[in-house]
């Protein structure tokens, strides 16, 4: 059983921050994302990933190379032309066996994926497809299912009207791979809108299995941010590379200043300094080689390699990119920045 993870999209909703870096690789907390999807993998023993990827290639390849470093086998399967969610894994396929799951690149989740197997294998189904509710389904695909978990169809974006669940496709799948057959190389097709109503006309057993536990989409700046404040609130638990102290974590690497506040919950990483009076927290997150000078604040944002946060310069709800310089006594409100922005002394900056 091998898996293949779909990253070959641009991340257009992160921008600008995903203009010099991937998304699959943009960081939460303390690792690139997509660590955390391969730290899912790892439970149920796949070793061997596929990155399908379109979108600055040679940045992911950077980040993980061949996957020995952490324990895996990695491929990377570039598509020269969009193929879509199908293609892209049809064009993995040289690398996979008998069985197969794929990953949505963008999604983060606690799922049982031991479950999800268990329950595919007992059924001897041909694909199982992970459901997630949502408050508002009208603007996702929703999923129908009778009461043996089997998938009935698929409603893309339904009106009122049509909203008969509030299950929505999750991103993760289960697929025989042999059915793969079913997909035409080299062509852009769907997973979600060619490759299960397929499965479900030839009378294939599709099966779902709703996950009622954490799911988010990183896909834009309010919901990044939102995973890193579940992340150090510990609605999403991981083992951070840290010290863990009353205030959150600190990297043993990192200086921090006996008179600086640190106002918990918080991240402090490798390299970061933090000077006397700067107050850090609460929601911060300063992933590695962040100066923080005297006075300055920084409350509910995360902070990228690099950053300079000039004296009593205040940062509130931001997310700020790597080599990013602001100014002294200039605050900022709301904003997502790209690498290397330079903000003058009392910029004032909101909602940007």
């Not at 996957?67 to 990377?76: P, V």
């Not at 909203?163 to 997909?183: F, P």
């Not at 536990?213 to 990183?218: F, Q, R, T, V």
């Not at 150090?232 to 959150?248: C, I, K, N, Q, Y």
């Amino acid at each position: 059983m091998k898996a293949v993870i779909l990253v070959g999209g641009e991340g257009t909703r992160l921008r600008p921050l995903t203009l010099s870096l991937p998304k699959p690789v943009v960081p939460v907390v303390d690792r690139p994302f997509l660590r955390h999807q391969l730290d899912l993998l790892a439970r149920v023993g796949v070793r061997e990933v596929v990155f399908s990827v379109a979108y600055r290639p040679e940045k992911i390849q950077a980040v993980f190379g061949d996957g020995s470093a952490l324990g895996f086998a990695l491929h990377y399967a570039v598509e020269e032309t969009p193929l879509g969610t199908g293609g892209a894994v049809k064009n993995a396929e040289r690398y996979l066996d008998e069985r197969t799951i794929v990953f949505n690149g963008d999604v983060l989740t606690d799922v049982d994926l031991p479950r999800v197997l268990a329950d595919h294998e007992k059924a001897e189904a041909a694909a199982s497809i992970v459901l997630t509710p949502v408050p508002n389904p009208s603007a996702y695909g929703l999923v129908e299912t009778d009461a043996s978990s089997r998938v009935l169809r698929f409603v893309e974006k339904p009106d009122p009207s049509q909203i008969t669940t509030d299950t929505i496709n999750a991103g993760i799948y289960v697929l025989e791979s042999r059915l793969l057959d079913l997909i035409p190389a080299g062509q852009n097709h769907s997973i979600e809108r060619g490759f299960f109503p397929t499965l479900l006309k030839r009378g294939d057993l599709v099966r779902a299995h709703v996950h009622r536990g954490y799911w988010i989409d990183i896909g834009t700046p309010e919901k990044y941010r939102q995973v890193h404040r579940d992340v150090l609130s510990g609605r999403f638990p991981v083992d951070l590379d840290g010290a863990r102290t009353p205030e959150g974590w600190i990297h043993p690497d990192a200086t921090i200043d006996p008179a600086a506040v640190l106002a918990g919950p918080v991240y402090v990483g490798p390299r970061c300094r933090v000077a006397a009076g700067a107050r850090i927290g609460p929601g911060a997150v300063l992933v590695s080689d962040v100066v923080v000078e005297a006075g300055a604040e920084v409350l509910e944002s995360v902070v990228w390699p690099g950053a300079v946060l000039a004296e009593s310069s205040r940062i509130l709800d931001c997310v700020l990119g790597p080599g990013l310089k602001v100014g002294a006594f200039a605050q900022l409100r709301g904003a997502t920045l790209g690498e290397g922005t330079v903000l003058s002394p009392h910029s004032r900056i909101e909602g940007a």
